[in-house]
């Protein structure tokens, strides 16, 4: 095993990175599907298999109310809503377990105002699956108010045809409640009217409390809640947002659990060399392998959890080309990279690298990466194994990069190469000597003249985007961000959290 010199350090946190990239694109994928049923439910269009709802969210936002019927009105679109938002909260649960049975509306299947279900299942074909329809019914301001509702005469026919009924979330356990309350008195009435001889009142008690306990068989548990329904009615880009958040950091804590495993790993491997060489005591190496797993951690949080998000976005995409992308690891590799690239711009920022040193580390991270991205889609598909065909992908990409750009800029610059070996290896990479040349020659120029000038302006965007994350502080990320977008002479598209939830609302379209 080569040992990892503090000179490679940047080259070991570079083949983490890819490793636990790698290793997190299942995630990725998966969650990334999760998040794309929001944002259909949302705005009411599945571009990546096209087909356009009866209604999104947003679309049941605009609903006009009557001024002398608003509470009635608002609960009755609240309900439509909830349709929506369950149904998505069920796709995507499946999505990450990797199950292709979707939850549809009937109304979405053609079937408005089904006499009986308000929700199908269809497979990966698109095919109703038998026995598989439900009705939601959001009714009563209570639990106890519910079950009364609920086993009234007017819901006979959901009843008689054995209809599974969908309840709020918060309102479920007190039906049940409720429900068992009432079978319990029933039987208990019928008891006494039998010891009494009453066998004819006691045989009806007994048959309605048979009604209740069917009835209540019936029942079931939705993912949406009175007051989510309520919210995904008034505010949908706020409760979109949520779950989408919610799917988010899921993916981000598997990808971090995954990292750390990744990190800890590695870091254990190379330090038991260094502990077996003698080079460096227990305590040092239990602290870099410590230290090595908390990075793993944070890379695969931050790959999970941006990477999903951007993956959701990407595969609803109207552009083909975005939604060809959001098959690969690229959503994934994009996180990393960017997170990577801010690390080096910042150190040249501070004086602490040199631009030429700005540069290497900017090549050197971006081609690594990129090739990573490629073989950790490769790795998949040869090794169809979650997790295992990434993470191997993901490494052997970034270290065969890395180690060409690092041998052909070693030997550009190397003056003790011998004469007849410089002269092969020039004639080999004639064009890319050439282009090197010129492209350093002119980010040299760049660096030196327009960067530098705004060297305060990138520095202070960067700083307030690193406190502005300690502290989860949304609006001033946005800001500190904007700074750089309007030293640069664009205009943002949004300041604050407030503005970025009405651009959601909004028709505009998000521009890859």
Request: glycine share 12%.
């Amino acid at each position: 095993m080569k040992e990892i010199k503090k000179g490679d350090k940047k080259s070991g946190d570079g083949l983490l990175d890819a490793a636990v990239t790698g290793a997190s694109a299942d995630t990725v994928s998966r969650y990334g599907s999760a998040a794309k049923e929001h944002i259909v439910a949302y705005t009411g269009v599945d571009n990546e298999a096209g087909k356009t709802l009866k209604k999104g969210l947003r679309d049941i936002a605009r609903s006009k109310i009557n001024p002398e019927y608003a509470k009635s009105n608002l609960k009755q679109q609240a309900g439509f809503a909830a349709e929506l938002k369950d149904a998505a909260r069920t796709n995507a649960e499946r999505a990450i377990n990797g199950d292709p049975v979707r939850k549809v509306r009937t109304d979405d299947l053609g079937r408005v105002n089904d006499p009986l279900y308000d929700h199908l299942e269809v497979d990966g074909a698109g095919n109703p699956v038998a026995g598989s329809g439900s009705q939601m019914k959001f009714v009563g301001g209570s639990p106890e108010e519910a079950w009364a509702k609920l086993n009234s005469g007017k819901f006979q026919k959901y009843h008689e045809a054995n209809v599974p009924i969908e309840v709020p979330a918060d309102h479920y356990d007190g039906i049940i409640k409720k429900a068992n309350e009432d079978i319990a008195s029933l039987e208990r009435q019928s008891r006494v009217l039998e010891a009494r001889g009453d066998r004819a009142r006691a045989a009806q008690l007994k048959e309605r409390a048979a009604e209740l306990k069917k009835i209540k068989g019936n029942i079931r548990k939705s993912k949406v809640s009175t007051r989510e329904a309520m919210e995904a009615r008034t505010d949908p880009g706020l409760s979109t947002l949520k779950d989408i958040g919610s799917v988010s950091h899921r993916a981000g804590m598997e990808a971090g659990k995954m990292g750390a495993v990744v990190g800890g790993g590695v870091a254990i491997v190379q330090n038991m060399y260094l502990l077996v060489k003698g080079d460096i005591k227990f305590e040092e190496a239990a602290k870099n392998v410590a230290v090595t797993a908390a990075k793993g951690s944070a890379a695969g949080y931050a790959t999970g959890f941006c990477g999903s998000a951007a993956k959701g976005l990407m595969q609803n995409s109207g552009s083909g080309a975005a939604r060809a992308l959001a098959k690969t690891n690229l959503p994934g590799i994009a996180a990393t990279v960017a997170l990577e690239t801010s690390k080096t711009m910042l150190r040249y920022f501070r004086g602490e690298i040199s631009g030429t040193q700005c540069l290497k580390e900017l090549g050197e991270k971006g081609t690594g990466m990129v090739s990573s991205a490629m073989f950790a889609t490769i790795g998949q598909a040869v090794i169809p194994i979650p997790v295992v065909g990434g993470l191997i992908g993901g490494m052997v990409g970034y270290a065969i990069s890395s180690a060409s750009y690092g041998i052909l800029t070693s030997a550009l610059n190397e003056a003790s190469l011998a004469r007849e070996e410089r002269q092969r290896i020039e004639r080999e990479c004639e064009e890319h000597v050439r282009m090197l040349r010129d492209f350093r020659s002119m980010v040299q120029k760049t660096i030196n003249t327009y960067l530098a000038q705004r060297a305060d302006m990138f520095a202070s965007a960067f700083e307030g985007i690193k406190g502005a994350l300690e502290i989860g502080d949304i609006d001033g990320f946005i800001a500190s961000s904007n700074i750089i977008t309007k030293g640069l002479g664009k205009e943002a598209i949004f300041g604050t959290m407030d503005e970025f939830e009405d651009f959601m609302e909004s028709d505009k379209a998000f521009k890859f």
